[in-house]
């Protein structure tokens, strides 16, 4: 008998026949002998429609008051998936974040998980019950609830596998695994059996949008084994094609996966660059303002001047360009400030990298066979990413996709 835990998101819990069809999948895997612990995200759209609430009655809300509103979608999502699970015959007990306890900081609207109490949910699960809790949020030390941040649920789901130490987490979604690359910009893209931890994490990272970052960074170092499958699939699927269906996510490198020297392409079309000519000290004040920054250059010239060139997701560009414009250049006598709001960022990602040679080489001149012109470069052990103008990253996905032969499996 396993432990297992189910993650589901909005989409798989978007409607009552969803929740249903949730319902005889986790009640098939408890009449197969396993103890099943479910983490359902909000019905699809709930979250947002909750915070729209919010946001129509003030501009600037309270974070801890958002948390409040936005923890309630979970909670309604478990108490009807608890339900389900009954009238298939299942004994289920559903449990908030702050019942169970998921203890966190106190960043309301993006909190960490410090912990979490098992006690209570390993006696249910002993008692022969199926164990429902709300994925997304926790409580701070003072007894306030708190939310982890979009995707949270992943995160949730990872952090009570690894509290549980389960046999393996789950991760059901609209997708049924992880790809070599978007198949809706590439039409070759390739379903993967395994990947790595260190892979998916930089996937996630660099754009790839089938798991929350953080929770690929939970399961990595606690050495949780996850996998990545569709909720959309008949759900009485005979449980050993289940099992071995989607991607498996895993801490074990083996010769196989080296034998791959690029295992996906992974890109983010929302990128903007911002070259500060002739200036120094630039990163504290954009720190200051709580503005992500992605890649980053420094030219040095003879003269000793030096150019700084760097990225930021687009939605926080023009905020950028004007602090930089009405702080950094004053005080520091920049000579000039240059923006660039159409550029994607396309990255090569592969444990294989470690053992061959040539992969900057082949990437570099397969872009430039297509007419792409390289803007910015950052590399890893296992990446390398590359920043050009927005109009040529589908081309770039689809070339560089074929040229690393990532449609051959």
């Not at 009954?86 to 410090?114: C, E, L």
């Amino acid at each position: 008998m396993s432990l297992i835990v189910h993650k589901y998101g909005g989409t798989s819990m978007g409607s009552v026949e969803r929740i249903q069809n949730v319902a005889k999948r986790v009640a098939k895997w408890m009449r197969a002998g396993h103890q099943v612990v479910v983490v359902p995200s909000a019905m699809s759209g709930e979250t947002n429609r909750l915070l729209g609430l919010a946001k129509e009655l003030s501009a600037n809300p309270n974070p801890r008051e958002l948390d409040q509103i936005a923890s309630t979608g979970e909670q309604v999502s478990s108490g009807l998936l608890a339900i389900a699970l009954q009238d298939q015959g299942v004994d289920a007990v559903s449990y908030t974040g702050w019942q169970v306890t998921v203890h966190t900081d106190s960043a309301f609207t993006k909190a960490r998980i410090m912990g979490i109490d098992d006690a209570k949910i390993m006696k249910d699960l002993n008692a022969g019950r199926a164990v429902v809790i709300t994925g997304f949020q926790g409580v701070d030390p003072e007894g306030n609830i708190t939310t982890l941040g979009r995707g949270g649920s992943d995160t949730s789901a990872v952090a009570v596998a690894a509290a549980l130490k389960a046999d393996e987490c789950l991760i059901y979604t609209d997708v049924d695994g992880v790809y070599t690359t978007d198949p809706r910009v590439c039409e070759d893209a390739r379903r993967l059996e395994k990947i790595t931890f260190e892979e998916m994490l930089e996937l996630a990272s660099l754009g790839s949008k089938v798991l929350q970052i953080r929770s690929v960074e939970f399961a990595g170092k606690y050495k949780v084994k996850t996998r990545v499958l569709s909720s959309l699939t008949d759900p009485l699927i005979p449980l050993e094609q289940e099992m071995k269906s989607g991607t498996l996510i895993t801490f074990e490198e083996d010769s196989t996966m080296e034998a791959a020297v690029i295992s996906g392409i992974a890109f983010a079309r929302d990128e903007a660059k911002i070259t500060v000519i002739d200036a120094y000290q630039i990163l504290g004040p954009i720190a200051d303002a709580n503005i992500d920054v992605d890649m980053i250059i420094q030219n040095q010239s003879v003269d000793a001047k030096t150019d700084f060139t760097f990225t930021v997701p687009r939605a926080e560009y023009q905020k950028a360009l004007d602090l930089l414009k009405k702080s950094v250049q004053s005080h520091i006598g920049a000579k000039d400030i240059l923006g660039d709001a159409k550029v994607s960022k396309v990255s090569v990602v592969g444990v294989g990298m470690r053992s061959h040679v040539g992969v900057a080489s082949k990437m570099f001149r397969t872009l430039s066979e297509e007419g792409i012109n390289i803007l910015m470069i950052s590399t890893s052990e296992i990446k390398i990413s590359v920043v050009i103008d927005e109009k040529y990253m589908e081309l770039a996905v689809r070339a560089l996709h074929k040229a690393f032969e990532l449609d051959q499996k």
